[in-house]
């Protein structure tokens, strides 16, 4: 009788009382010591309620039931349906939504709602899936936003794959340290890219210069990638490098000239067939014959052969640790001294090995002054 005369009242109360009137059947329904009737009978209120033309009244009863576990799940999935800003409070912190409520969510056009569902605690793979294939832009912003959303390796890649060109999108994908490395080159060289295009437009640079930059690019954010990287990174980067065409002896070079030899055996083993074991060990003896038969059997040219014999002698003389980097004063000695055997053209007409090490050698000179500047005004400042 008491919910009967309670719907009777509604019919004429004005809106105000009416919301207030919704929200406190609302809290009956969770908190109060009702009988199975009582509780059918507020139940059936609520969803008479759900229909009522006042906004207010239904985002009362949204507000008071969207955080409890326990409320009728038939009338939260009602909300869900409401105009957005009813959805919207439901969507955002209610624990009964299921994967397959949220991932239909997804399909609704509006953008506000994906919004919403990207920003929900806990968000699982499945739906975080769902809005990195379908989400809005807005969306795949607010699920990079959410630190408690489990993203998985392939969701990241399609959303690298669909945002490459949005700098924001790119530079928050590139902050997540869960992000894999190939993907993390690739956007690196968008983002060279997109510095190119802007300079390219100014009319500052030719396409040339663009190309040459960009592979110079690609090689460096490589190189820098792979230091400390493990095994299976180191794998996955190499077969990412090859499948785009950025695996190529100038980088194989100069992560000699590095010291990268980790990453140096590991893409020689992926090019060549051979196993690493094999590899390391002939680099290890240094013997011509071994290494001249590898590295043709990785497809290197020729012509590269000499300078690679040269660089792997003469960091093995010096001591250099086949699994860890150069120190950059050692890389510019190991680069020049390269650079001093090959000048008497031993290469022939390959002026463009010898092009290439005197660019590195100048480029490493650089950091190594830069590394250097940097030392001595932390010095200075620890002195002061």
Known sequence: MIIHDFLNWVETAPDGPRAEAAGALARAWLYSE?????????????????????????MAIAHNLCRSSDAPRHILLSLAEDRQEVASIVLESSPLFSDVD????LANPQED???????RRELSAAVSAAIAEIGTESACRAL??????????????????????????????????DLPMHMRHALLLRHARSIGETAGAAGERDQNDDENLLADASDKIALRLVHGASHAELIEMSEYLRASGHLNTRLLLRAVCCGRFRFFATALALLSGVPEERIFRALIAARPSALRALMRKAGLPMRSHQAFLLAIDM????????????????????????????QDEALGADGDILAFLRRFALEVA??????????????????A
């Open 144 to 177: 990079l936003s959410n630190n408690s959303a489990k993203i998985v390796p392939t969701s990241l890649l399609r959303l690298a794959e669909r945002f490459e060109d949005v700098a924001d999108l790119r530079e928050a994908l590139l902050k997540r340290q």
């Open 366 to 383: 650089r950091l190594e002054a830069r590394a250097y500047i940097h030392g001595t005004a932390q010095r200075a400042l620890s002195a």
């Open 102 to 105: 949220l991932i239909d969510v």
């Open 315 to 342: 960091a093995r003389e010096g001591g250099a640790d086949l699994t860890a980097d150069l120190p950059l004063d050692l890389a510019r000695m190991l680069t020049e001294c390269l650079l001093g055997e090959l």
């Open 113 to 119: 709602l994906q919004r919403v569902v990207a920003s």
């Open 34 to 58: 009702l009988d199975d009737d009582s509780r059918k009978g507020a139940s059936a209120a609520l969803t008479v309620l759900l229909d009522d033309p006042c906004v207010d009244v239904r």
